[in-house]
């Protein structure tokens, strides 16, 4: 069913991949980047895919995507433009705050003259995983958010989306314009084409300084976790029960 034109914004994060053994730089404030590889959040692409299925269904939609951080989020949005997205903004910091109300006043700063009829976000990022930033960017703007959303239908100027409770389902219904954040399972972010690759070239990518406000959240210190010791085998059979029970009691005193 085609829908009218809707203006679209994504917000998207560059994150390492997590797949590989961290370090701690030597500031011990942050992470040793030295071999990491970055590629956007998931839950980013997973949300770029879910505005460009809906542009898909109205030619006249548009998609922007809205990145934070220093000129290596460049790639980043190129990434979403590649994959079909229709302009980029960057806005410019020295890093990203762990504070996820001050990135929230930022990207409401940017999003609140745009006049989008969606806002979406990935449900976290796994780098942090606070959650926040899209419900926080949500209630500074005075937007009704939905999180979370597993299925999307926007018709009509409101939209109905399904959640993915601990045993249950919640259906939701709710105005335009709004905020999402998207969770895994609402579909299968495209991979960008060549042609998408060379279009995402010439395609508009803009600049700005962003807004951020003086965090309230900051990291004090990372550490790793401690090595776990290697495990041991007491015996085989109903003949260990009893050594081992008397072990989870005195020495790993979970018992």
């Not at 980047?33 to 997973?46: H, P, Q, S, T, Y």
């Not at 806005?91 to 979406?120: V, W």
């Amino acid at each position: 069913m085609e829908i009218p034109a809707v203006k679209i914004a994504v917000c998207v994060k560059r994150v390492p991949d997590m797949d590989v053994r961290f370090r701690i730089a030597a500031d011990s404030l942050s992470l040793d980047e030295a071999g990491l590889k970055f590629d956007i959040n998931d839950f980013d692409a997973w949300a770029v895919e879910a505005a460009l299925r809906l542009r898909e269904k109205n030619a006249g939609s548009e998609v922007t995507v809205i990145s934070l951080g220093p000129d290596v989020v460049q790639e980043t949005i190129r990434k979403a433009l590649s994959m079909g997205a229709d302009r980029g903004i960057q806005l410019k910091a020295d890093k990203i705050p762990f504070d996820g109300l001050a990135i929230a006043k930022a990207l409401a700063e940017e999003l609140k003259g745009g006049s989008y009829d969606l806002i979406f976000f990935g449900k976290m990022s796994p780098d942090s995983s606070n959650g926040v930033v899209g419900p926080m960017t949500a209630e500074i703007l005075g937007l009704p958010c939905v999180t979370a959303i597993s299925t999307l239908e926007i018709a009509n100027g409101k939209g109905t989306a399904k959640r993915e409770l601990e045993g249950a389902q919640e259906i939701v219904e709710f105005p335009l314009p709004a905020v999402l954040t998207v969770d895994e399972g609402l579909n299968t972010a495209r991979y960008p084409s060549l042609k998408g690759i060379m279009a995402a070239k010439k395609k508009p990518l803009e600049t700005k300084p962003a807004l951020l406000p003086e965090p309230q959240v900051t990291v004090r210190k990372l550490e790793l976790p401690p090595e776990r010791k290697a495990g041991r085998i007491i015996g085989e059979g109903a003949s260990a029960v009893a050594e081992l029970v008397t072990l989870l009691q005195t020495e790993a005193k979970v018992l």
